[in-house]
């Protein structure tokens, strides 16, 4: 356990924090008193059918979906909608390798999968809130890798899904795309196997990494057209320092490898013994799904094939030359492409 | 300088050697005795004009590419035409890091540019040889930069020019990649500012690297079809270290270096003080711009926005989910494809 200033109310506030108890997870270990923080916006109606629930993506918190995803007008508009955020187990917010205490946390803490977060999330939902069923599960990258198994693991309580830029099945690519940012992190001689005094002493691998997320966040189009210099930096190498490094720069690397080893194991196929298809059959809910059209490592092409395979699911993808980190909301037409297809998909009956 | 028995005559002969005297570098060193590595085949007609120039790859060396582009039958058949392959500066066979003497070798080696290579391949191709004129000049991602530098800074020896899977004028997002390459070598401690006692203690870095070029190099789609597996390894990870790093694992650390730093900066528009399409419109030759349909840094749209910039310039993709790596020739219609294109633009007058 370590102090990391980042992970705040001060910078991603405001959150409240569940403890919901302890939470058995299927690599076989025990996060003891699990909290989860969570952040809300609007009200649960009578009926508790106006529930919508986002989960994070990798490094990001609930912060980022609150102001990229909802407000006023929006889609997702909290004057409507009880809009539940919930930050994923490893992101610095809920219980993480940083903030749990030897000899449990940093380098040892336990291997957590996107399935022991959904669990954590059904009981937050279920005792916390009494929701029995969700108007709507949407997320980016990792977080649809979470809509997806909820989608699948508690069809009867999802009835809509958008999973956007992620898949439900990760593929080999993405494997190999997330191995290699572990590998930038756990290379750095101070990384210490997980036993860092202050994560600012494994900087190095942590700026290593930002690059390597420059090169498949973005997409060769996204540099191509200056975008980079339209965000407000005067080259690529200011880009990759600022941009990228002070982004990745202030988290806490065990925090980053736990969700990394999560994001690379996200398949909904656990839940029918390694048959994709016959998982995605599971799907109750109205489906879109929404790639971001330069995405090099959730590409369109992936995520259409498992559309093919869900009953009724529409492909809505994002125009963005901005790829995967078209996420963070840095294309002007972003939002407004999103809320399009969210508001289709919530006029549906479900 | 130190013993690598990987560049050696019984691993990627036959070639020659031949000394073109001190190469003066545009970054300001100065190779000494400068080698350049040249493997010929088939002969040099009286005219002196059937003479074929095809410059390496990063780490490529003269063996792959007659290997995989060249042969009886083939398009580049020596039968017909006198092939000149020539190693690039750095590659291991020619002067390079691991085979200069200190003090001007190892980390010490100086900054050597796409066009310092193609003045040395001048250098060669007139003094040695005595041609005036090149019936073709083809080459693949480096090969491709050297053979759009040729076409530029020589427009009246180039009669056809040939560029696959490379640009005139690297883009932003692979210099990033290529700079997280470097990173991946440099951030292992026992690559100690160049200076190690044998390549093999660099052995990590050079695994990271490998796998880095496992994400970038080929696609996606390679992965998710399993071509991996088809390659004969039976696994991703089997993959990655015998094959990936298998390839990689006994290649000087400096030598690559040296040559991502060249990669990074190739850029034909230094002959024509910045100006991309001012140094395109010098070309003469009769140009095939050759991308890789699914090469993921020197993508088909990049090599289209210069092909248009070429007067008379044809666009001709090489389809193949192998992606940049497609270059080694594992999928089995890449050299008719190939063939192809050669044929139709060696039989076009020039």
């Known amino acids: 356990m370590i102090e990391n200033k980042f992970y705040s109310q001060d910078v991603h506030g405001p959150y409240e924090l569940h403890n919901i108890g302890d939470l058995v997870l299927e690599e076989g270990g025990t996060i003891r008193n699990c909290q989860l923080a969570v952040a809300t916006y609007g009200?649960?109606?009578?009926?508790?059918?106006?529930?919508i629930l986002i989960p994070t993506w990798y490094s990001g918190t609930s912060k980022i979906m609150a102001d990229v995803y909802t407000g006023a007008g929006r889609a997702l508009d909290p004057a409507k909608y009880f809009i539940i955020i919930v930050n994923q187990i490893g992101n610095g917010l809920s219980t993480s390798p940083h903030n749990t205490p030897l000899p449990g946390g940093m380098g040892?803490?336990?291997k957590v999968r996107i399935s022991d977060d959904v669990r954590a999330q059904y009981k937050l939902l279920t005792k916390v809130f009494g929701i029995q069923r969700l108007a709507l599960v949407t997320g980016g990258s990792m977080g649809a890798q979470q809509t997806y198994e909820w989608a699948v693991r508690f069809p009867n309580m999802v009835a809509r899904a958008a999973p956007i830029a992620g898949t439900a099945?990760?593929?080999t690519h993405d494997f190999l795309f997330a191995e290699t940012l572990i590998e930038a992190i756990t290379s750095d001689p101070a990384w210490n196997r997980?036993?860092?005094?202050?994560?600012?002493?494994?900087r190095e691998g942590l700026l290593r990494h930002a690059k390597m997320w420059g090169v498949m966040g973005w997409s060769t189009e996204f540099f191509g057209q200056n975008r980079h210099k339209q965000l407000g930096f005067s080259s690529l190498e200011d880009f990759a320092i600022n941009f990228m490094?002070?982004?990745?720069?202030?988290?806490?690397?065990?925090d980053l490898l736990a969700m990394a080893w999560k994001?690379?194991?996200g398949d909904v196929a656990r839940n029918t013994n390694g048959d994709l298809s016959a998982a995605l059959r599971r799907i109750k809910a109205k489906t879109f799904v929404m790639p971001i059209s330069h995405d090099m490592f959730f590409p369109p092409a992936d995520c259409e094939k498992e559309c093919r395979m869900i009953a009724g699911a529409e492909f809505r993808p994002i125009d963005t030359i901005d790829g995967h980190l078209g996420l963070f909301g840095t294309d002007a037409t972003f939002a407004s492409q999103i809320d399009r297809h969210l508001n289709d998909l919530l006029s549906m009956p479900a």
């Open 245 to 254: 490094g002070g982004y990745f720069g202030p988290m806490d690397p065990n």
């Open 108 to 110: 040892n803490f336990p």
């Open 194 to 202: 997980g036993f860092y005094k202050c994560s600012d002493e494994v």
């Open 263 to 265: 994001w690379q194991r």
């Open 169 to 171: 099945q990760n593929t």
């Open 43 to 51: 009200n649960l109606n009578a009926a508790k059918d106006n529930a």
